[in-house]
């Protein structure tokens, strides 16, 4: 145990200087690889998961170092409630549930929306609290950890899950718990596992167990997507921000927010698939955080099929908390309008991710009254434009997170339609070509799925397969853009 | 399936090495901004090649012509960037070139450590001395480009040549004499003096929001610590046996007149005194028109790159071959 402890350390210094581990960093390769040696070294067998808490720390420490205990106050106070609501005192099981998950949310709301709350209620105001309000740092992941945090204790008080989380003996709970929250591929921008799926699995794994093609599909769909289709689609979107926008022509601007939306799904789906490729080298899996989300005839199915882990963690432990549609049709409006206007201020402390929730929230409602009322024909051509105008609205909602800043938002919207008698010249002709040819591995991705099912398709992938995948191997070497984070880092 | 797929893979980048070594691009056409400013960076790390004439800057220095400017220049200039990043790569590099002429039009913008950091701490640098597939210009898209562009040149050659010449590459050589090139300045100064109106495009206007949001008024405390940071950089490179030289490129009135840069230039003249750094002179604005307010048009470019290149010829001992030109100095 001791020497685990020591060549964790021996890690944690040794990586120390790294300012920041890109899953996509030569850095994190040599994290993954070389805790995959110690991981699977038969004499450390036993250490297995402390090995892999000290590579999380160290993947943590990297960006922010001071910030990792804000990390293990998350941690403890998660470990000691849940251990409590299992164990302690029946009768104060509620309670304790209760002050676990506004001790969560108070973390989350203290260092995610205090500078919201200060520059809301202080505005213009220079006096001390509202200084000290507005630089308190953002910690990486915050929103992840805490939503599974709360996912241990909630799981935790529900009488049907609690048996196989919370083991008797506190410090194999305590361990349980610092590795469920902290394990490194899902840290920092998911897919927000919860506690009664991730919990149960933990145990001795040996290389055997590995799915090596499960494993090798994810990470180089996942890596594609992100190095290839992600990363060079963000140099052609970065003119959309304020100023620069305003000297594109219409035309340049629509296919910049198409790209726009093909980079934000490649980005966030790309990170996902890594992070399961990740996890499944290491014997655990993650649950599918994408499913094609652009297919979608409806917002209902877009949320089904877009940041699943959180569209369900919503949907679990807010939405049917709060009554789900189980009171009448006023209700159900209302709630879909609260579960999204809150999803959307979990992305980011700025009013314009509540506005975005609260689109989403108002586009669900209406679906949902519009689809009690009118009962349309399913042909193909229905299915067509139900999905482009899903695919539109989801589209024109994204400019929200390129552009946090309302009013330059609402710039942009305007110059969609008034920029018309600007001619794109061959700045805007090379930006929409590079747009189009970065944004078809998407498009392309989601057409292989809904025609998957045909015979002659089928035919073709399967015998094309190996080829589509060195293919990308080969983009990925050759063809990468420029590192960058990945947007959901920031959330 | 994952033996085979990375044996193909492995064919794949073997080939196009191979491919791109008979091919020998002659251009690249850049996808974005940052990948033109990541190509430079490595074009001048990568070659081992030390050329003596380092033109460092922001992005209004890269519209100067290399097809005028000497071959023995290399442009280290970067469109959103500083010329701070230029000094930086060329001070970590070890290189050490003769001369460095150092634009002055940005000096409000401060350093991209991240940008230079992943030039020069690249661990993938020295793999790439070998492996030209791994090159930024390199891409398979820009190589794809390229043949596409080679392609087209067979039936229209003119217009290739016009494209790659736009995105400052070198497509030809105008070597001239020194004469040559005063009669050459001359010419276009007068061209210039009959047809260019002042004007405001669309463009113009937004990118003058864009300068003045930007840089505002700065504080006089944060130009000294410009100044002071460029101080430290010209030190340094005098202390290795360069000589550094100020230009500054015209600009139009209300981006070249703006109280900011009247303030950065009176820094500048203050922190390196005419007596004693070599300076180019700065051209009257009336002969130059921008595309933006900012950025000099393809005939001001190339006018400018002639003035540059007889500034250049000023500091050499053949100054003396020199024709007169009248040039005015803006005020």
Redesign the interface.
């Known amino acids: 145990m001791l020497w685990a402890c020591d060549v964790g350390l021996l890690l944690i210094t040794g990586l120390q200087i790294y300012v920041n581990m890109l899953f996509n960093s030569?850095n994190f390769v040599f994290l993954v690889f070389v805790t995959m040696l110690l991981y699977y070294a038969t004499a450390l067998k036993r250490y297995q998961v402390v090995i892999l808490i000290l590579a999380s720390f160290c993947f943590y420490a990297t960006s922010q170092p001071i910030l990792l205990l804000l990390l293990l106050v998350s941690i403890v106070i998660n470990a000691v409630t849940s251990y409590f609501i299992q164990w302690g005192a029946q009768n104060k099981r509620r309670l304790i549930a209760a002050a676990g998950v506004i001790a969560n949310l108070g973390i989350l709301a203290f260092f995610k929306y205090s500078p919201l709350f200060a520059s809301t209620v202080f505005s213009g105001s220079n006096d001390n609290l509202s200084n000290f309000l507005l630089t308190i740092p953002l910690p990486v992941g915050i929103s992840f950890y805490t939503f599974q945090g709360i996912s241990l204790v909630l799981d935790t008080y529900k009488e049907d899950k609690r048996e196989s989380i919370v083991p008797k003996g506190f410090m194999e709970h305590f361990r349980n718990t610092i590795f469920f929250i902290s394990f490194f591929p899902q840290l920092v921008a998911g897919p927000i596992v919860k506690a009664y799926d991730f919990i149960p699995q933990i145990a001795v794994k040996t290389l055997k167990d590995i799915n090596?093609?499960y494993c090798?599909r994810c990470l180089?769909v996942g890596y594609f997507l992100k190095m290839v289709v992600a990363d060079?689609l963000k140099?052609?979107t970065?003119w959309i921000a304020y100023?620069?926008f305003?000297?594109y022509a219409s035309i340049t601007l629509i296919v910049m927010l198409l790209g726009y939306s093909m980079q934000i799904f490649a980005d966030f789906a790309g990170y996902s698939l890594i992070a399961l490729g990740v996890a499944g080298l290491f014997g655990y899996r993650l649950m599918d955080n994408f499913n094609f989300p652009y297919i979608s005839r409806s917002f209902s199915e877009f949320w089904r099929r877009w940041h699943i882990s959180l569209s369900s963690f919503l949907k679990e432990y807010l939405y049917v908390p709060l009554g789900g549609n189980r009171k009448g049709a006023f209700r159900t409006y209302l709630n879909l309008m609260i579960v999204m206007f809150l999803g959307g201020l979990w992305h980011g402390a700025a009013w314009s991710y509540a506005v975005w929730g609260t689109f989403h929230g108002v586009a669900l409602a209406l679906e949902r009254f519009l689809g009690s009322k009118i009962k349309l024909p399913d042909t193909g051509l229905i299915r067509f434009v139900q999905m482009v105008l899903v695919f539109s609205f989801v589209t024109l909602a994204w400019l929200l997170f390129k552009l946090p800043d309302f009013s330059y938002a609402v710039l942009y919207f305007k110059a969609l339609f008034t920029n018309w008698h600007?001619a794109p010249g061959?700045l805007g002709y090379?930006i929409m070509g590079?747009t189009i040819?970065y944004s078809l591995p998407v498009v392309l991705y989601h057409l292989h799925y809904l025609y998957a099912q045909k015979l002659t398709v089928a035919f073709v992938i399967r015998k094309t397969?190996?080829?589509l995948?060195?293919?990308m191997?080969?983009?990925l070497?050759?063809?990468s853009?420029?590192?960058n984070e990945f947007i959901y880092f920031q959330f | 399936?994952?033996k085979?797929?990375?044996?193909?893979?492995l064919v794949?980048?073997i080939g196009?090495n191979f491919a791109i070594q008979v091919l020998e691009p002659k251009f690249y056409i850049p996808?974005?901004?940052?990948?033109e400013n990541?190509i430079k960076v490595q074009e001048y790390l990568l070659n081992p090649a030390v050329k003596p004439n380092v033109v460092v800057g922001s992005s209004v220095s890269t519209r100067l012509d290399m097809n005028i400017l000497p071959n023995d220049f290399f442009n280290l200039s970067f469109r959103g960037k500083s010329v701070f990043d230029g000094l930086e790569l060329i001070k970590r590099s070890g290189k050490k070139p003769e001369h460095i002429y150092i634009e002055t039009n940005m000096l409000h913008k401060e350093i991209d450590a991240a940008f230079v950091d992943?030039g020069i701490e690249n661990?993938m640098n020295v793999v790439k001395q070998y492996l030209p597939?791994?090159h930024e210009k390199?891409?398979?898209?820009n190589t794809l480009t390229y043949v596409a562009f080679a392609a087209l040149d067979y039936v229209k050659p003119s217009l290739t040549a016009q494209l790659v010449k736009?995105i400052g590459q070198k497509v030809e050589d105008k070597q001239l004499s020194p004469n040559q090139v005063q009669e050459q300045v001359a010419v276009l100064l007068a061209e210039a003096a009959k047809k260019y109106p002042s004007t405001e495009s669309?463009?113009g206007k937004?990118?003058i929001?864009?300068v003045s949001?930007q840089t505002g008024m700065p504080e006089n405390l944060y130009v000294s610590q410009q100044m002071a940071e460029l101080k430290t950089y010209v030190d340094y490179f005098t202390n290795h046996q360069a000589q550094v030289i100020f230009f500054e490129i015209p600009q139009e009135a209300s981006t070249s007149l703006s109280p900011e840069r009247l303030q950065i230039r009176e820094a500048l003249k203050k922190a390196f005194p005419e007596s004693s750094y070599t300076y180019f002179p700065l051209p009257a604005g009336d002969y130059f028109k921008t595309t933006?307010g900012t950025h000099l048009d393809e005939k001001s470019s190339e006018l400018y790159s002639w003035l540059f290149v007889n500034e250049v010829n000023n500091i050499d001992p053949l100054q003396d071959r020199r024709i007169p030109v009248k040039l005015t100095v803006a005020e």
């Open positions: 030569l090596w093609e090798f180089v060079n140099d052609q970065f100023p620069y305003e000297r600007i061959s090379a590079y040819l397969e190996v080829a995948y060195a293919v191997l080969f983009m070497a050759v063809n853009g420029t590192a | 399936m994952i085979r797929a990375f044996g193909l893979a794949l980048f196009y996808q974005n901004q940052q990948q990541l992943s661990n597939a791994l390199h891409q398979l898209i736009k669309v463009t937004a990118n929001k864009l949001l933006d």
